[in-house]
């Protein structure tokens, strides 16, 4: 028997699954199975995955007939149903990993008798070749630890990473005791329950904090390469982690963890949202938060270090209020218009660090004809870390940042006199929504689980 079943999931990527095959069969960790599972593709990926099979015994295709509802969780699921070693990991079929990935992983779960392992990824664009860190790149830092036993506190540190899988290694007895498995359904982003499932189950986490596997992000095709009614489905997953804990009776001490994952999700999500469904986002999310009392609602937004803007959209749906749900998605810094953003940040954070901010934001920002020529223009030079570059521009557009500036002023103003929550100048200095703004926002192709 292996000591390791790697489950590669597979639809339609018939220009990257070589390279991703490749790399799983060049493991220096050797004694593994790898179950590679086509959802019905119709491109050349099954003959592809049949041929790549035929010339190394350890990897066994499973080719399904059709492609299966929503995203990943009937072949992962059958992927699971198949593997037969102790350790069980899994590879998205267009990214690729380093060959030491599952030897490092699996080290290190055997050393500390941990239920899980997991290291760091970087994203890869499509077509460009490009790495970025994820949005989840900073909750390494407090991490200094090689192992972490899962208590709740401990517990919640980690549901609040991004929920993907395939960077994890995970012990199947756990797995199996547990009956955990990706919940089937219409929607995607059956990652998240299962991350859930996974860590509330598990005794321990050792944590590898290097980069090991690359995802790839921005291929036509994706689920999240499209803003559209499909990313409301990651609500539906909600009331999925809501019935598990209660079944587990554990509910009572998830309670506000969950429903800080509902909010985070609500702040990515409502940024990829279009204006004419504004209307269908907020509806998506009433039934869910006005079903908790506000003071739970407070107390998750301060328990996940949510800002001001953050806290209008919220407390606003959980009054049914549309019209300051609406108006606070189109004034909060982080919009469309890269002003907004500016001026927020030269307020709340000074020249330079609004420089560095701006930096980022041009540096990962694809070019779009909507955004002035300017911009545009800055987009094809990117400023270089120290934002020298970006303090230049920014002397150019000063007198237009301070205009915005003092409109900003105006509407904080009215709207912090009217929501009941606190102050933005209070609550938006260096906090968790300032740090990631520009750096999550601009990465929004895998913010919470599978491309």
């Given amino acids: 028997m292996a000591e390791l079943?790697?489950?590669?999931?597979?639809?339609?990527?018939?220009?990257?699954?070589?390279?991703?095959?490749?790399?799983?069969?060049?493991?220096?960790?050797?004694?593994?199975?790898?179950?590679?599972?086509?959802?019905?593709?119709?491109?050349?990926?099954?003959?592809l995955i049949r041929r790549f099979c035929e010339g190394d015994a350890r990897f066994v295709p499973v080719l399904l007939g059709e492609n299966s509802p929503g995203g990943v969780a009937?072949?992962?699921?059958?992927?699971?149903?198949?593997?037969?070693?102790?350790?069980?990991?899994?590879?998205?079929?267009?990214?690729?990993?380093?060959?030491?990935?599952?030897?490092?992983?699996?080290?290190?779960?055997?050393?500390?008798?941990?239920?899980?392992?997991?290291?760091?990824?970087?994203?890869?664009?499509?077509g460009t070749g490009e790495r970025r860190d994820p949005a989840d790149a900073h909750r390494w830092a407090p991490l200094t630890d090689p192992c972490y036993e899962l208590d709740v506190p401990t517990s919640h540190t980690?549901?609040?990473?991004?929920?993907?899988?395939?960077?994890?290694?995970?012990?199947?007895?756990?797995?199996?005791?547990?009956?955990?498995?990706?919940?089937?359904?219409?929607?995607?982003?059956e990652d998240n329950p299962f991350h859930w499932f996974a860590?509330?189950?598990?005794?321990?986490?050792?944590?590898?904090?290097?980069?090991l596997c690359y995802h790839r992000v921005a291929r036509s095709g994706q689920t999240m390469a499209t803003a559209d009614e499909r990313l409301f489905h990651i609500f539906s997953?909600?009331?999925?982690?809501?019935?598990?804990?209660?079944?587990?009776?554990?509910?009572?001490?998830?309670?506000?963890?969950?429903?800080g994952w509902v909010i985070s999700q609500m702040e990515w999500i409502s940024r990829r949202t279009p204006p004419e469904r504004h209307r269908q986002l907020f509806d998506v999310l009433t039934p869910i938060l006005t079903r908790y009392p506000l003071e739970t609602i407070r107390r998750a937004l301060a328990e996940n270090n949510k800002g001001a803007s953050t806290q209008r959209l919220t407390t606003a749906v959980a009054k049914g209020e549309f019209a300051t749900?609406?108006?606070?998605?189109?004034?909060?810094?982080?919009?469309?218009?890269?002003?907004?953003?500016?001026?927020?940040?030269?307020?709340?954070?000074?020249?330079?660090?609004?420089?560095?901010?701006?930096?980022?934001?041009?540096?990962?920002?694809?070019?779009?004809?909507?955004l002035p020529g300017y911009l545009t223009r800055a987009r094809s030079?990117?400023?270089?870390?120290?934002?020298?570059?970006?303090?230049?521009?920014?002397?150019?557009?000063?007198?237009?940042?301070?205009?915005?500036?003092?409109?900003?002023?105006?509407?904080?103003?009215?709207?912090?006199?009217?929501?009941?929550v606190p102050d933005a100048r209070a609550s938006l200095g260096v906090d968790e929504e300032g740090r990631d703004r520009l750096g999550a926002v601009d990465r929004l192709e895998d913010p919470v689980g599978r491309g």
């Fill in 5 to 47: 079943s790697i489950i590669v999931t597979t639809y339609n990527i018939e220009d990257y699954i070589e390279q991703c095959l490749a790399s799983v069969a060049a493991q220096t960790l050797t004694d593994i199975e790898v179950i590679v599972v086509d959802d019905g593709s119709s491109d050349s990926t099954p003959e």
């Fill in 74 to 126: 009937t072949p992962a699921n059958v992927g699971l149903d198949r593997a037969s070693a102790p350790w069980v990991g899994f590879v998205d079929g267009d990214d690729h990993i380093e060959p030491t990935m599952f030897e490092r992983l699996h080290a290190a779960a055997r050393t500390h008798d941990a239920d899980l392992a997991m290291c760091d990824y970087q994203e890869e664009v499509d």
């Fill in 158 to 189: 980690f549901l609040r990473f991004i929920a993907v899988p395939w960077r994890k290694l995970y012990r199947r007895e756990l797995l199996e005791s547990r009956s955990i498995r990706f919940p089937v359904g219409d929607g995607f982003f």
């Fill in 199 to 211: 860590i509330v189950s598990a005794r321990s986490i050792a944590l590898v904090p290097e980069v």
């Fill in 237 to 259: 997953h909600h009331d999925t982690i809501h019935d598990w804990l209660a079944a587990q009776g554990l509910l009572d001490l998830y309670t506000v963890p969950l429903l």
């Fill in 325 to 370: 749900f609406v108006r606070t998605l189109t004034t909060r810094p982080g919009t469309d218009n890269p002003f907004v953003t500016a001026a927020f940040h030269l307020r709340h954070s000074g020249v330079r660090h609004t420089a560095v901010l701006t930096g980022r934001y041009l540096r990962n920002t694809v070019q779009d004809s909507r």
């Fill in 381 to 420: 030079k990117a400023p270089d870390s120290s934002g020298r570059d970006v303090l230049f521009g920014l002397t150019v557009i000063e007198r237009r940042l301070q205009r915005m500036e003092a409109r900003l002023t105006e509407i904080e103003g009215r709207l912090d006199a009217g929501s009941g």
